[in-house]
């Protein structure tokens, strides 16, 4: 069972966590965690382009010319896709690409990014964020004093703390997330994931359950 330091907010190690990147998931399958990534992506892209088609195009339906004895091609009106100022032969309209994986495999990927975090050594545990108001140097400091300073950084907390939330919103390359709102491309995005004991503990609470 390997056994991670556990540091306080000034960068001192305070005790040990037991984990093992297994309890989370058996085995990293990166065609999985690919799937759920591009899943995510597709889901953020925003498809509202559209373009004209020879329909929408303001203009004569007139046959420019006859259709025979002119010497030239054969054309139909203005409004055709292959002259200059005609609609689009095949226009783009506004679509939705989000799409959707089961379940269990979804979960099944966060588990398994949330693990990979562990055997590359680039998940860091504080015993508690313990913010009476938002203060966004102290946050800073902290980050710092982690050597997580001036990295890509995902916060996890056991429950939405808008407190750490609001301390962190302003500094750059820093989010935060509850454990309930986890995802593999959250979790595999920054370069490192700063989790609180008690978000640890319900990782792994969530994972006995399969959830």
Known sequence: MAKLPVYNKLGEKVGTYSIE???LAPRINRQLLHDV???YQA???QGTVRTKSRSDVTGSTKKMYR???TGNARAGSRRSGIRRGGG?????RPRDYSYRLPKKAVRLATRMAIASKILDDELVIIDQFDFAAPATGEMAAILKSLNCGGQSVLVATDEIDN????SARN??????SPVSDLNALSVLGPKRLLVTQAALDKIKERSTAGS
């Open 21 to 23: 990147a297994a309890d």
């Open 37 to 39: 990534v591009v899943m």
């Open 43 to 45: 889901s953020r892209r």
């Open 67 to 69: 259709q025979k004895g």
């Open 88 to 92: 689009h032969i095949f226009a783009k």
């Open 163 to 166: 407190n750490v939330y609001k």
């Open 171 to 176: 500094i750059e390359k820093v989010s935060v």
